[in-house]
C-alpha cells in the first residue's frame, strides 16, 4: 500500500469524517424510510443516505455501521484509506471493526496494564489505540506528526457505488471482541444490563424488550376474598 502524495488520494476526506455526524435522518429523504445518514462520500466529504446515493454515482464511499450507539467501520475498508495499525479491533457479525470515536470508559479492570494512549481505555496486547479518532489525536497532538504520514493512496474502485448491499448492519448474531478477549455472542459492550442469552436483539439496545413474566394465574385479592368468604346461614323448611 502506497503512502499517500500531497494532492492525490483526497486526504481531506479524513477530517470530514472525523467531524461527520452519522445516522441522523437526512433532511432531504425525512419522509422515506430507511434515511439514516450512515454512508460518507470521501469526495464531497459529507454523510448521505442510502436514497442520496443516486446523487454520487461515481464517487468514492465509505459505509458506517452503528453498534451499540457507536459508529465503526469494516477493518477491510478502512484500512485501504489509512494505517489502521495498533487499533485494537472488535468482531461484529464475523467481520473486524474499528470504533471511529473514542468511548466512555466502562469499567475498571485490576491488573491491567495496557491502555491507549490516548484515553487511557483498557486495551488487549499489543494495541495502543482504542479507536480511529485516538490514534489520529495522538499522533498529531501529542506526537506532533503529521496525519498525512499515515493515509494511503486509495484505488476509488474499492469503494464504488456497485459495493452497495445490505446497508442496514443487524447485530441478532453479532459477536464482540470485549476488553478481556473473550468473545461473548449477543454481547454489549457499553451496556452491561441488558439480559443475556436473549434470542435476538436490534443494532440499538433500547429497542430490546424485556420478556414479561408469566403469571400465576390467579389474582392474589381474588384468593384472599375466596378464601375469607363465610358461609350463609342455613335455611329451615317452613312449618305446616
Not at 472525523?18 to 445516522?23: A, D, Q, S, T
Amino acid at each position: 500500500m502506497k503512502k499517500e502524495e500531497e494532492g492525490s488520494g483526497g486526504g481531506g476526506w479524513l477530517e470530514g469524517l472525523m467531524g461527520e455526524k452519522f445516522f441522523g435522518v437526512c433532511g432531504f429523504h425525512e419522509d422515506r424510510r430507511k434515511s439514516e445518514k450512515n454512508i460518507f462520500c470521501l469526495r464531497c466529504c459529507l454523510s448521505i443516505c442510502p436514497h442520496c446515493l443516486p446523487s454520487h454515482p461515481s464517487h468514492p464511499l465509505l459505509q458506517v455501521r452503528r453498534y451499540v450507539y457507536h459508529d465503526v467501520i469494516r477493518l477491510g475498508d478502512l484500512e485501504k484509506l489509512i494505517d489502521c495499525s495498533y487499533i485494537q479491533p472488535y468482531t461484529i457479525n464475523g467481520a473486524k471493526v474499528i470504533f471511529l470515536s473514542q468511548r466512555a470508559q466502562s469499567r475498571a479492570c485490576k491488573g491491567s496494564t495496557n491502555f491507549c494512549f490516548n484515553c487511557d481505555r483498557i486495551l488487549q496486547e499489543p494495541f495502543h489505540f482504542c479507536s480511529l479518532s485516538c490514534k489520529v489525536d495522538y499522533l498529531v497532538c501529542r506526537a506532533g506528526e503529521d496525519v498525512s504520514s499515515i493515509l494511503y493512496k486509495f484505488d476509488e474502485s474499492d469503494f464504488a457505488i456497485s459495493q452497495f448491499e445490505g446497508l442496514r448492519m443487524e447485530s441478532s448474531s453479532s459477536e464482540i471482541v470485549d476488553e478481556d478477549g473473550q468473545i461473548t455472542p449477543n454481547s454489549i459492550l457499553e451496556n452491561p444490563l441488558q439480559c443475556k442469552g436473549g434470542s435476538s436483539s436490534s443494532e440499538d439496545p433500547h429497542l430490546i424488550r424485556k420478556k414479561k413474566k408469566k403469571s400465576t394465574g390467579f389474582l392474589p385479592g381474588m384468593v384472599l376474598s375466596l378464601s375469607n368468604r363465610r358461609k350463609s346461614a342455613p335455611q329451615r323448611a317452613p312449618f305446616s
